[in-house]
């Protein structure tokens, strides 16, 4: 499987600059769909917000960079990256994948139903 990023740069028909810029970022239907499969956490100190943590991942995969150059509309590097491995490890990146994977092929034959995932 495509890491994430890469797979929505693809799907989406972007260049790594757009990625850079934000433009494979979630949408708020997209973020509907994944935020229940991210598990929650206490918020840490520096207050990274889940959702920022999934477009960050998709940012990194997706421009190939490395966490340290990740621009600052994310929040806090470090904490965006502990809070990724944490999620990595619990599996939920795959899932994330999953989810987006199953909502654009849904998409594309025309809607989503509510039971989409079983």
């Keep these: 499987m495509l890491p994430l990023g890469h797979w929505r740069r693809h799907l989406k028909g972007l260049t790594i600059r757009q990625v850079a810029r934000g433009r494979a970022d979630l ?3 997209e973020w509907e769909l994944v935020r229940c499969w991210i598990p929650r956490a206490r918020r840490s100190r520096h207050g990274v ?4 943590v999934a477009n960050a991942m998709i940012w990194v995969s997706g421009t190939g960079r490395k966490w340290s150059d990740l621009p600052s509309r994310y929040g806090r590097r470090d904490a965006c990256y502990s809070r990724f491995r944490t999620l990595e490890r619990r599996g939920t990146t795959e899932v994330i994948s999953d ?11 025309g ?3 509510p039971n989409f995932i079983n």
């Design 27 to 29: 949408s708020d239907r």
């Design 111 to 113: 809607g989503v139903g």
């Design 49 to 52: 917000c889940d959702r920022a």
């Design 99 to 109: 989810v987006l994977s199953r909502e654009n092929q849904r998409g594309q034959k």
